[in-house]
């Protein structure tokens, strides 16, 4: 990978990176168990092992995720909101605003003409605006080409001016570029943005006449048709021809508090709640209708409610997945579709990965916590980003995180698996009367023979895995016994009992955490009458 590592003898590690032209240092402090290195060597999982004097050997190994905190560039170890710019990552934590480069940290708060103030909503506008929502004290507009400049002009608005709230959750744009904001604390604005350099906003607020009276608003989306949709703590709510309605409160939905919202390629809009997991509800029907055109969604009028049909007058068709569909939680704080169209769902746990069919079913669901790597574990609001390069990026309560998708040439490929055991009746084989038959390579030697009365048999198995060992799965078969392959599981050894007379082939094979599978290995046998 273009990359030349150079053991010290008191430093730890340097690492030339010839196509980046950079370096980077491993040291005790990123966690080696010694800085003085007499050997380095790689294996075939792209991990790398190091040689100490006085630490023994410790195992260097290329994450998936990155993580940042205050200990490698960060002002503060929260990260609450996340957005995507056009030459890094923009971020928010409970001392003001940051920018990365991806190479280096820029920091903006009090010092730097912002405020060291909680910031937990982020948007950069099509012309380039970053929109940053505070707690308690309104919002403020960054136009991020002056920035670029050399300048770093804020402007500030709240309820003073014309916001509907100073607690801001969450901005979305419509069409024409009009910016709505949700507020915890006053319902819901939209601002009619013409001139950055203008102090004055022109702001238009729904609240309680809207039916957002007591009800924080926390995420925002328009679809392809303009319609603007709410998460709310008392369900979804959706602006369409001027009227805002609410879904669900004749079914499953009812009283459900929502906190995230994201569509998918498919036109199916999914939300994450509290407590009951995620689900989605199909925006268009069957006609998976196109781009409207450049509609806001005008006014909110008296609220009214959907109840069980969607917006084409049909049954409302949705569906809620939770730990019983093998979601790690049901207390859901962010929803987020990578590059491959693969949703992610982030709790107080880590982050699940959803590979989901054409249906929205869930055909798999990775977990990441800390054993793979997830150091933040528990999710902000919302707090989420794709950047150009296909990296996912997160923001925890102890840091901020990237998910760097690994090529497949760095997986390792299929964990290969060889027998570690035979055993007869419980027993080792190589302790029992037929030991002639045991190979010193843990299976059975070729062409081994049993009696009638020695029919009991179990195998030991193990595949490694240096790159997540726990995750490796294992499946298996005994032919002119079983048809069919077990279901993968984690167990390593299986038996067999009474076995009639026969010839026997014993499979197995192992599965690392890619889902990748190995070739089978086999050992031979059989059963005299």
Not at 161 to 167: F, I, S, T, V
Not at 325 to 333: E, F, K, Q, T
Request: hydrophobic share 35%; proline share 4%; glycine share 12%.
């Amino acid at each position: 990978d273009s990359k030349i590592w150079v053991g010290t003898q008191d430093a730890g590690i340097c690492i030339w990176d010839r196509a980046a032209g950079s370096f980077t240092y491993l040291t005790e402090q990123q966690g080696l168990c010694n800085a003085n290195i007499h050997a380095i060597l790689g294996d075939r999982w792209s991990n790398v092992w190091l040689g100490t004097s006085g630490g023994g050997a410790c195992r260097y190994r290329p994450g998936r995720f990155e993580h940042f905190d205050a200990g490698n560039g960060l002002r503060s170890q929260f990260a609450y909101a996340v957005c995507k710019g056009d030459s890094g990552i923009w971020f928010t934590s409970d001392r003001g605003l940051s920018f990365y480069n991806y190479q280096t940290f820029r920091h903006f708060g009090a010092e730097e003409g912002f405020a060291d103030v909680k910031c937990r909503a982020l948007h950069l506008d099509r012309r380039g605006r970053l929109w940053i929502g505070t707690e308690g004290r309104g919002l403020a507009v960054l136009d991020t080409k002056t920035l670029a400049a050399g300048g770093s002009a804020f402007r500030f608005f709240s309820k003073r001016d014309g916001l509907a709230g100073n607690w801001i959750r969450d901005f979305a744009e419509d069409a024409p570029g009009n910016i709505w904001v949700a507020t915890t604390d006053g319902g819901v604005s939209r601002i009619t943005v013409n001139d950055l350099p203008s102090r004055s906003l022109a702001f238009q607020n729904f609240g309680e006449e809207a039916g957002l009276n007591d009800l924080p608003v926390s995420s925002l989306h328009f679809d392809k048709n303009g319609r603007l949709w709410l998460a709310t703590s008392g369900g979804i709510g959706i602006s369409q021809d001027g009227k805002m309605q609410w879904l669900g409160r004749e079914n499953e939905l009812a009283g459900v508090a929502v906190r995230s919202l994201a569509e998918d390629e498919l036109g199916y809009l999914w939300f994450g709640t509290a407590g009951r997991g995620v689900g989605w509800l199909d925006l268009y029907g069957s006609s998976k209708a196109g781009i409207s055109g450049t509609k806001s969604p005008g006014n909110f009028e008296s609220p009214g409610d959907l109840g069980s049909t969607n917006l084409n007058g049909k049954p409302l068709n949705f569906k809620l997945f939770d730990q019983s569909d093998s979601l790690a939680s049901a207390n859901v704080y962010l929803l987020q579709f990578d590059q491959n169209g693969k949703l992610w769902v982030g709790s107080e746990t880590g982050v699940d990965r959803l590979t989901l069919d054409s249906n929205r079913q869930i055909l798999e669901v990775r977990h990441f916590g800390r054993p793979e790597g997830f150091r933040g574990i528990e999710t902000c609001l919302n707090a989420s980003a794709l950047a150009s390069d296909g990296s996912l990026w997160f923001g925890t309560v102890n840091g901020l995180t990237r998910y760097l998708p690994l090529p497949d040439s760095l997986h390792g490929g299929a964990p290969q698996p060889h027998f570690t055991g035979i055993r007869l009746f419980y027993e080792p084989l190589e302790d029992s009367p037929m030991q002639h038959w045991a190979s010193n390579w843990g299976g059975l030697k070729q062409g081994a023979i049993f009696p009638h009365d020695q029919n009991h048999l179990g195998f030991e198995f193990f595949a490694p895995d240096f790159s997540n060992p726990e995750k490796v799965m294992y499946s298996w078969q005994l032919t002119d016994s079983e048809n069919d392959w077990s279901p993968f599981s984690f167990r390593n050894e299986v038996s067999y009992s009474n076995l009639p007379p026969g010839d026997y082939t014993f499979k197995v094979r192992a599965k690392n955490e890619e889902g990748v599978v190995s070739e089978p290995v086999q050992t031979a046998f059989r059963i005299e009458p």
